[in-house]
């Protein structure tokens, strides 16, 4: 199979995001294929969508959002005609819609919690997942009052549970909170510091 038909295979879903990367990996003609093309979001260090594609987690939904939006652009510019199958943007819109305001889900939890309800879908795998996210988010008295992003640390995508705060404000320059975690399975403690 040429370059163009991976790509085309990949967009409308027959090919997985993991057997795209592989190609990625270990096809010549696809690295060749997509080193040319040099016109790849501003907001990125890579010289053409080669270095891009590889730079980028494809296997995480902001990933495979991100593949596919270029490759179709891509495909697009050389009157290529292919079909574009959406599932990835609904995974996407699932994964903005189930976080709670004041957590930031790390992309690798999501995958990880997804694929343990992949039977489930619809309302049943939006309950499914906010559940999981209840059960696994555990604090001991509040949940943290972030002052800037929140940033709730996971080992091996499992939540570390949250103690509390600390208000370091006196001995900072800034408003100053001290954040603790701890690891239950490690028995260790981890804490960051915010400011704004």
């Known amino acids: ?36 093309e040099t016109q790849i979001p501003p907001y990125t260090n890579s010289q053409n969508a ?33 079909s574009l199958n959406n599932e990835y943007k609904k995974k996407y819109d699932l994964f903005m819609k189930i ?5 930031n889900l790390t992309e ?14 619809g309302i049943e795998l939006e309950r499914a997942l906010k559940l999981e996210i209840k059960n696994d988010f555990k604090f001991l008295k509040n949940k943290p009052r972030w002052l800037q992003s929140p940033v709730w640390p996971t080992v091996e995508n ?25 690891d239950e399975k490690n028995n260790t403690y981890m804490t960051f510091e915010q400011s704004t």
């Open 108 to 121: 690798p939890y999501f995958q990880f919690i997804f694929n343990k309800h992949k039977d489930k879908s």
């Open 50 to 82: 080669f270095l891009y594609l590889i730079e980028i987690d494809i296997l995480l939904p902001s990933g495979e959002i991100n593949s596919k939006g270029l490759l179709s652009k891509l495909l697009t510019k050389k009157n290529i005609s292919f």
């Open 158 to 182: 499992k939540p570390l549970f949250f103690i509390g705060q600390l208000d370091i404000t006196e001995i900072r320059h800034d408003i100053s909170y001290l954040y603790i975690f701890l």
């Open 1 to 36: 199979m040429n370059s163009i038909d991976i790509i085309k295979n990949y967009l409308e879903g027959s090919l997985s995001p993991q057997d795209f990367q592989k190609e990625l990996y270990y096809n010549k003609d696809m690295e060749d294929l997509l080193s040319k």
């Open 99 to 103: 976080q709670p305001r004041w957590l």
